[in-house]
């Protein structure tokens, strides 16, 4: 008779919960990390332009040039600042799908450790049961010898 954990389906549902809940909480990673190098980009792209608006300031220009140079500056600023405030929504999503995942590898887990302790006594039981018919075999040859 093979071995049979009774709760096998349980626990092929709490390994696709925790499953599920682990790919989500990679998406978030993925797009905090996303956000994270698009706000870098955006610093690197304003400190570009503040410095060729200082290199552009040494020479006459005109003011429509000067004003367009700046209003992108200030776009790319805007940006930024709903990329940060993106990031602060990510960070408590990343919070919350953390605790969701923990509590379903603990739920998981759990499972496993109950399908694991019931394999060992299953196993030990087999061995017993072998090795008791081993001996009576090895008793019936004594007698009748």
Same mark, same amino acid.
């Given at each position: 008779?093979?071995? #049979? %954990?009774?709760?096998?389906?349980?626990?092929? %549902?709490? @390994?696709? +919960?925790?499953? #599920?809940?682990?790919? &989500?909480?990679?998406?978030? =990673?993925?797009?905090? *990390?996303?956000?994270?190098?698009? /706000? !870098?980009?955006?610093?690197?792209?304003? *400190?570009?332009?503040? &410095? *060729?608006?200082?290199? &552009?300031?040494?020479?006459?220009?005109?003011?429509?040039? +000067? !004003?367009?140079?700046?209003?992108?500056?200030?776009?790319?600023?805007?940006?930024?600042?709903?990329? /940060?405030?993106?990031?602060?929504?990510?960070?408590?999503?990343? !919070? *919350?799908?953390?605790?969701? $995942?923990?509590?379903?590898?603990?739920?998981? @887990?759990?499972?496993?450790?109950?399908?694991?302790? @019931? #394999?060992?006594? $299953?196993?030990?039981?087999?061995?017993?049961?072998? !090795?008791? %018919?081993?001996?009576? /075999? %090895?008793?019936?040859? =004594?007698?009748?010898?």
């Amino acid at each position: 008779m093979a071995f #049979r %954990f009774s709760l096998a389906t349980v626990l092929l %549902f709490r @390994q696709s +919960v925790e499953k #599920r809940e682990e790919l &989500a909480l990679q998406k978030i =990673l993925m797009e905090m *990390a996303r956000t994270r190098k698009e /706000i !870098q980009e955006i610093t690197t792209a304003i *400190a570009a332009a503040h &410095a *060729a608006r200082n290199q &552009a300031m040494l020479n006459p220009l005109p003011a429509s040039h +000067v !004003q367009d140079m700046l209003s992108d500056t200030d776009a790319a600023a805007e940006r930024k600042k709903k990329l /940060i405030e993106s990031l602060a929504v990510l960070e408590r999503e990343h !919070q *919350a799908q953390t605790r969701k $995942y923990q509590a379903a590898h603990r739920d998981r @887990q759990m499972l496993s450790d109950m399908q694991s302790r @019931q #394999r060992e006594a $299953y196993d030990q039981e087999r061995a017993r049961a072998t !090795q008791k %018919f081993l001996d009576d /075999i %090895f008793a019936a040859r =004594l007698h009748r010898s």
